[in-house]
């Protein structure tokens, strides 16, 4: 049995945890001093010792951990999670049902109230991802949960909790049949190779499905299309098949291209025909100023943080200058599909840096539309810094 101890809350966020509230965090503990090993299950009261809520330790760059019920007596045990499970995979029936999509998010952390972990699933395949040693901890109880409730090839796990928060490179199969990889599944019936063995990324994004599927549907026809920290390529496979004349997809990693490519041929698409660049996206910026290239779609889709050779790109920091080298490619009445996944900041403040780079390029725009994370990347309203996803389809001039 995982040890239990009493944390109090100082009182100023005894309301805010008691209106549902999920994360715990350092800031708000009266004795935080008293956890000391990951998956010990907290009791949070109030200073006089009325009971709260009950979760576990286990340290993200968030917090220090998450709060799974307001029942005292609660035990976190097997049919505890495949209650969890259970509702989650109701919440999907839809997804479940579409012959045309078979990559999508079953389980979404506190979205589906056990905050810490995520499970994803691949035409039979799931993937959990496990985001603290905490939670970690109740690796036995959750898998049996989950076998319990699903109908699975095989399972594979990420384990994203090396001391600084990242994947811990490992054999990643956990039971069941391995898979071949690629696995080929499905997104609104178009095809992508993923690969559940081969480190922290998969090869496709799933929070991005009605970004993707919107671009093919409403965006892409008769234009040149530029993908900037496209990976492998999703985008510029949707814009393709969206009747874009000519996609270009620009990564800084090497393994992009090929991944690219294979994108591409899954689809029906002749790569050649496409341009794809192993290349610092600031760097193809200038290139393209100098040659003088216009784009009539361009997606924009950093990383929150990431540090290349020379620079240091942070979200939150630089996207206003990523958005003013972006609009000088942009061709008038051109679009832009600005996104970020940064949590650091929300929407409004989003809207401020595309404010911000119109203005200081002089160049006027127009929003069209906006997008967070789809249903399956659920979010509940207690934890709205849950929904970190943010798009903007911005129109030039
Ligand atoms: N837009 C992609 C996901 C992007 S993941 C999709 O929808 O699938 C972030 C990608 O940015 C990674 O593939 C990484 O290699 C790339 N990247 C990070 N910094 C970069 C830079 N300075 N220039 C180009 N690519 C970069």
């Known amino acids: 049995m995982p040890k239990e101890v ?4 100082i009182s100023n ?5 008691k209106s549902g509230f999920p994360l715990i965090t350092s800031d708000a503990l009266i004795n935080g001093q008293v956890l000391k090993e990951e998956g010990t299950i907290i ?3 109030d200073e006089k010792g009325n009971f709260i809520g009950k979760g576990y330790y286990g340290k993200q760059n968030k917090g220090l951990g998450w709060i799974l019920t307001n029942k005292e007596d609660q035990p976190f045990n097997q049919a505890f999670f495949v209650t969890k499970i259970t509702n989650a995979l109701n919440h999907r029936k839809q997804l479940f049902a579409d012959p045309n999509t078979t990559a999508f998010r079953i389980f979404n952390g506190e979205g589906d109230g056990v905050g810490g972990i995520t499970i994803d699933y691949f ?6 991802n496990w985001y603290s040693i905490g939670i970690y901890q109740f690796r036995n109880v959750i898998l049996d949960a989950l076998k319990e409730v699903v109908d699975y090839k095989g399972i594979y796990q990420k384990k994203r909790f090396d001391a600084k928060g990242r994947y811990v490179e490992d054999d990643d199969f956990v039971t069941g049949e391995r898979g071949e990889f690629p696995l080929i599944v499905k997104e609104n019936g178009v095809h992508f190779a993923i690969y559940l063995n081969e480190g922290a990324m998969v090869g496709v994004f799933l929070d991005q499905r009605e970004v993707r599927k919107t671009i093919q549907e409403k965006y892409a026809k008769g234009t040149n299309m530029l993908n900037t920290f496209s990976y492998t390529g999703a985008f510029s496979v949707f814009a393709a098949l969206g009747g874009a004349i000519k996609t270009t997809s620009v990564d800084l990693a090497n393994r992009s291209k090929a991944k690219t490519i294979e994108q591409f041929q899954l689809n029906g698409i002749d790569h050649e025909a496409q341009d794809i660049i192993v290349e610092d996206v600031f760097h193809y910026f200038k290139y393209a100023g100098r040659k003088n290239l216009k784009f009539d779609l361009v997606v924009l889709d ?4 990431a540090r290349s050779k020379k620079v240091v790109f942070s979200a939150e920091k630089d996207y ?3 958005l003013k080298e972006t609009i000088a490619i942009t061709s008038e009445n051109g679009v832009i599909v600005a996104s970020t996944n940064s949590s650091a900041f929300g929407m409004k403040k989003f809207k401020g840096f595309i404010q911000k780079a119109f203005e200081e390029t002089g160049e006027s725009y127009r929003i069209l539309e906006e997008f967070s ?16 996803l943010k798009v903007v389809f911005i129109k030039k001039g």
């Open 373 to 388: 994370l789809p249903s399956d990347f659920r979010t509940i309203k207690e934890y709205p810094q849950g929904n970190y």
């Open 123 to 128: 035409d039979r395949f799931y993937l959990i």
């Open 320 to 322: 206003t200058n990523l």
């Open 302 to 305: 950093p990383p929150s943080f």
């Open 6 to 9: 009493q944390i109090k809350v």
């Open 13 to 17: 966020f005894v309301k805010k945890y």
């Open 43 to 45: 009791k949070l009261t």
